[in-house]
């Protein structure tokens, strides 16, 4: 089954957690929990809009996850957390990845630590039961994009364009073979990221990997007013094409010891 | 002040904490780096255009009257005489000159005050380079005569809106651009902060203020002093003079006061000292001056701050205005505003235990001021 994993900014409105619960109604696997940062610098214009919006609502790390608690029955899929670096190292990685899973996060990614940066958050995230899910960038070499996919963990995060975050006409023309090189790397799950902006590109992307990421195309309707109900109704369309793909290739990879974040 | 890890690391401070998108662009400049520095025919193209363009050496002026008046010896390191106005020249060669060995046609900068852009814009010329220029919003409105030198010299300075509008939000608008234009963009960065190798590589290429001012004071100082914002001045200065027992002064704005106030974090690429909250979001600085209105600080200045080599003062908005007048009107110097911290410091320290009397000072002016009269006017009777 191809993996559908949408983005959402904790806090970006007071009820935003309706979204989450929407996105989860709408058949995502897992949801990525963006934890708003004052210098997003890997985010295009609407993530950072997104984070902006959240912050000047006086959100919290605390009150995000205090958030996501109180939802907590009703959450079934994972929760990955998505933020930079210098909220992770704040107080320590260990105290971090102890807060996250303390609320039921169970993965990570931080854009700007790469893998050559990582080993104390790996090690913190280990202890902590979170998976640190890895990025590889189309500009990545072999060697490097071996050592990736072997320490990632839940999957590896194909960024699929030399750019920021942000919606798209059409899928990056580095996105297929980026997926590519790495499933000759890695068992786990592919997912392709970045600019990922209509079901058409999520079905082509999903063609070449396991699954996709969606943000700014959401969070671009959560920023324009669209309701939880609006937002149902999007996530399920990207599901729809993923399941439209997954009919086409009837055969799927299989990932037996790494199935977290797949339905 | 030697080299980092392997890692870029000093002490605990500087690393590449950069999107994977970044990591081979940063490992091919560090690469590009290590094999020019190593080149004697890329320390000749170097010290020839600093020569005959850039008007180095630039002078050592003592600063006689204001000598007399505070009882120390002070002695002006005359950035301010460079090509372009500033020391931002001197870093923005030699990043150029690398740019072309790796083959990039294009300059992608950050800048606050204006100088480091106008620098770029220059070297662009030059080189036959196209120049994009990031400069925050609220510092295009008040250094607006550099955003004219900088599209006069054929760069497109492009406005940043997002978050403080200043330094901070530019750095990253550059950072983003440069993602997307990795191939034939080189980010020629102003500062000694940044990933690895940007803060050891601009601090060599500051050196040449140091070395030289070391050449040109007959004995070594008691205290050298210099402002700092990212820091790439006062590094280029201490580079002369830390292997030598002369007090070493950096000194920051206090509203952008990252190693006095700040705490350690991460942020655009590096670990240093940083203006942040419980969170760890990042604080917006407030300076008059654009070029320190920054909340981090050069991870080697971090390292020299906690070792104790180095040692950080601040100084208000209001004693930088004092210190422009004073050295105007005393020396005949109108400085930039940055600089003027670093006067600002030695005209309160002057005849304290901080500077005592009979002191020799040895002080790096930065930059002239001529971009500041629009903004002075509105201050200075």
């Known amino acids: 089954m191809k993996q559908l994993n949408p983005y959402l900014t904790g806090g970006i409105t007071p009820d935003w957690t309706d979204y989450l619960l929407a996105y989860q109604e709408a058949g995502a696997d897992a949801v990525e929990i963006g934890l708003p940062f004052s210098d997003p610098m890997m985010d295009g214009a609407t993530i950072q809009q997104a984070s902006d919006q959240a912050l000047r609502r006086g959100v919290t790390i605390d009150s995000i996850l205090a958030d996501l608690v109180a939802v907590r029955a009703h959450v079934r899929i994972p929760l990955i957390a998505m933020t930079y670096a210098n909220l992770v190292f704040r107080d320590g990685p260990e105290t971090f990845c102890r807060r996250l899973a303390g609320a039921g996060i169970s993965g990570l990614i931080v854009p700007d630590v790469p893998v050559d940066e990582a080993g104390r958050l790996e090690a913190a995230a280990t202890a902590a039961g979170i998976d640190l899910i890895l990025l590889a960038a189309p500009v990545t070499a072999p060697d490097r994009l071996a050592e990736i996919g072997r320490r990632s963990r839940g999957f590896v995060y194909a960024v699929s364009v030399m750019d920021t975050t942000g919606e798209r006409d059409a899928l990056a023309a580095t996105a297929a073979p980026l997926a590519r090189r790495l499933r000759e790397v890695t068992e786990l799950p592919v997912l392709i990221g970045f600019g990922i902006s209509t079901p058409g590109q999520a079905a082509a992307a999903a063609r070449a990997g396991d699954g996709v990421v969606i943000a700014s195309a959401l969070m671009r309707r959560v920023l324009e007013g669209a309701s939880p109900d609006d937002l149902r109704a999007e996530v399920a369309g990207f599901r729809a094409a993923l399941d439209q793909v997954d009919q086409e290739m009837p055969v799927a990879r299989a990932h037996p010891e790494v199935s977290g974040y797949r339905r | 002040m030697g080299s980092p890890t392997e890692a870029g690391r000093f002490g605990e401070f500087g690393g590449r904490y950069v999107p994977e998108s970044l990591v081979p662009a940063c490992a091919a400049l560090e690469a590009a780096f290590r094999q020019a520095w190593a080149d004697p025919a890329f320390h000749q193209q170097l010290s020839r255009l600093r020569t005959e363009y850039a008007g180095r050496p630039t002078a050592l002026t003592p600063a006689l009257n204001l000598s007399a008046d505070l009882g120390v010896t002070l002695l002006l390191k005359r950035e301010d005489l460079a090509h372009t106005g500033s020391h931002k020249i001197n870093n923005v060669l030699g990043q150029a000159l690398l740019a072309q060995r790796m083959g990039k046609t294009r300059l992608i900068a950050e800048t606050g005050a204006g100088q480091h852009g106008v620098a770029t814009a220059t070297a662009a010329a030059l080189f036959g380079m196209r120049a994009t220029v990031y400069m925050g919003e609220r510092d295009i409105e008040r250094q607006r005569l550099n955003v004219f030198r900088m599209e006069l010299l054929g760069a497109e300075v492009i406005p940043v809106t997002s978050g403080s509008r200043t330094l901070k939000d530019a750095t990253n608008e550059a950072m983003r651009a440069w993602v997307a234009a990795v191939d ?198």
Request: aromatic letters at 4%; charged letters at 20%; one cysteine or more.
């Open chain 2, 184 to 381: 034939d963009a080189h980010f020629c960065l102003g500062s000694v902060g940044g990933p690895h190798p940007y803060p050891w590589l601009v601090r060599e290429l500051q050196r040449v203020i140091g070395e030289e001012a070391r050449a040109q004071t007959p004995t070594v100082p008691d205290v050298v002093v210099a402002c700092v914002g990212g820091g790439s001045n006062a590094a280029g200065t201490f580079a002369g003079f830390v292997d030598t027992d002369a007090r070493l002064i950096g000194v920051e704005a206090a509203g952008g006061a990252a190693m006095t106030n700040g705490s350690p974090g991460v942020v655009h690429g590096y670990r240093s000292m940083v203006l942040q909250d419980a969170d760890g979001q990042v604080l917006e600085a407030e300076s008059i001056a654009a070029g320190l209105d920054y909340p981090g600080i050069g991870p080697e200045h971090a390292h020299l701050g906690t070792t104790g080599r180095a040692e950080y003062r601040t100084v208000d908005d209001a004693e930088v205005l004092a210190a422009v007048v004073r050295l105007a009107r005393s020396e005949g110097i109108i400085c930039a505003l940055e600089s003027a911290h670093a006067v600002a410091w030695v005209l309160r320290a002057a005849g304290t235990p901080d500077l005592p009397t009979g002191s020799t000072v040895l002080l790096t002016l930065s930059g002239r001021g001529d971009k500041d009269m629009a903004a002075l006017a509105g201050e200075i009777r």
